[in-house]
Each structure stands twice: as structure tokens, then as C-alpha cells.
Nanobody, 125 residues
């Protein structure tokens, strides 16, 4: 049974950087794992995902070139390095994982994500 705990959110000025961490308990050998975000009044957005089986990454167009998702298999941790942050990046960021499969189709299917963390707030102003 996988559980996820996020950390690293906070407040930053435009142009600044933050790094989020998500530690998983339980096996994450072959899952899609990464980050979603939701701002008040907006739909949830899949931000950045890593396929822990082969390291393939997937990014939303809105964050390409600014955000980097990475994994540390030794500690079952996924990171999100966020650079050049803008006010539009303000949101609650959630770590999520799929436990029922992996691969390119699963990783970009939002409904496949069945394990969620509690969320960490990122504010850019």
C-alpha cells in the first residue's frame, strides 16, 4: 500500500525557485508518479510525471523548460524543481502515483492516479 508525503512548498517572488519533494512508502518500482496542481476556481492540471520504470518524463506545456521532475529510487522520492516561477504557478501542488500500471498511456491518463498526497501550497507573488 503506497502512501505519499509532500514537502517543500512556500512563498516566493516571481522569477524565484522552489523544490518540492514527495516521499513514497511502499513499493514504487514501476509506477507513474509526479505532480498535479489546482488553483482556486481552476481545474486540476497534471504538471510533471516520471515513469519510475524507465525514467521517462512528461510535462504540461505550461511548465516545459521551467520545471524538472526527477526521481531517487534509493529513497523512493520524486522531486519537482521549479524555476522561473510566475504568479500563474500559484496553486496547491499534489503528489500522485499510479499503482495499477505504468508506461506512456498510463502516465498521461489522469484517472489512472489512485494514490494522492495531502498537498503543499506554492504561492508566487
Amino acid at each position: 500500500h503506497v502512501q505519499l508525503v509532500e514537502s517543500g512548498g512556500g512563498s516566493v517572488q516571481p522569477g524565484g525557485s522552489l523544490r518540492l519533494s514527495c516521499v513514497a512508502s511502499g513499493s514504487t518500482d514501476s509506477v507513474c508518479m509526479g505532480w498535479f496542481r489546482q488553483a482556486p476556481g481552476r481545474e486540476r492540471e497534471r504538471v510533471a510525471i516520471v515513469d519510475t520504470f524507465d525514467g521517462t518524463t512528461y510535462y504540461a506545456d505550461s511548465v516545459k523548460g521551467r520545471f524538472t521532475v526527477s526521481q531517487d529510487n534509493a529513497t523512493a522520492t520524486v522531486f519537482l524543481q521549479m524555476n522561473s516561477l510566475q504568479p500563474d504557478d500559484t496553486a496547491m501542488y499534489y503528489c500522485a502515483a499510479t499503482t495499477t500500471g505504468w508506461g506512456p498511456i498510463v502516465c498521461v491518463t489522469d484517472s489512472a492516479y489512485n494514490v494522492w498526497g495531502q498537498g503543499t501550497q506554492v504561492t508566487v507573488s
